[in-house]
């Protein structure tokens, strides 16, 4: 049997896969963990060696993790080699996605090639706020809020979302409101551009966060963050 490097216990994190059922990896002992269904239910866990945070992001992002499993891992056992961990004793409740989770998910990913649908789908469902730079002109939002700004800027959000500018909001009574509710509990998120050497994007908030590196080419391009929406002022 191949063997790996003893790994601590990973969280596994299910994948939408017919052949795969859960996903997770251990940056400082580059072991990835893959559940494997068998019948139908998830079954045995193998941790694979010599898996670096950036193999996993290129892993984790592919637009089919199972093919690029049995491309790119598996084949290879002389640079990956396995244990099989056996099939867990009880099968555990689901952890929520944290904002270090995710972010640690996303550093290394390519620009323009941030996250994927069911990535962003997940990070809407455990309350996370997404933010990165396009272009020399644009802050992104992903997850809980899907929406875009021009940048450089500064952003102003609470837990319903992003606030609108008061300029947009023309001859509604009931926008008005809620815009003159909210702007008292707003936090700011300002967008940098060209700030720091090396990156094209950082930002600068007082909220609780995670941060994550998009690179370009090889080369840092943008040091994004993951809000917490639970973190922020409390929806009005």
Known sequence: MNTAVAAPQITLQAIQSSQIAAIGHCPATETLAVQFFRKGAPADVYH????????????????SIGKHFYAHIKPHTDKHPYTNKGTPAVELAPVKLSKELLAGLLTGREYGREMVKEEEQQAKAAGLIVIFGASDDLMEFRGFVNDEREAPTIALIDAKGLLPFREDIQHDDDALKDYFARAPQVRAVDALWAKEDGYSWTYRTDVPHATFEIVEDGEPYCRGIVIDAADLAPAV
């Not at 950036?54 to 984790?60: C, P, Q, R, V």
Request: glycine share 6%.
């Open 48 to 63: 694979y060696a010599n898996v670096t945070a950036t193999d996993y992001a290129a892993f984790a992002g592919a637009e």
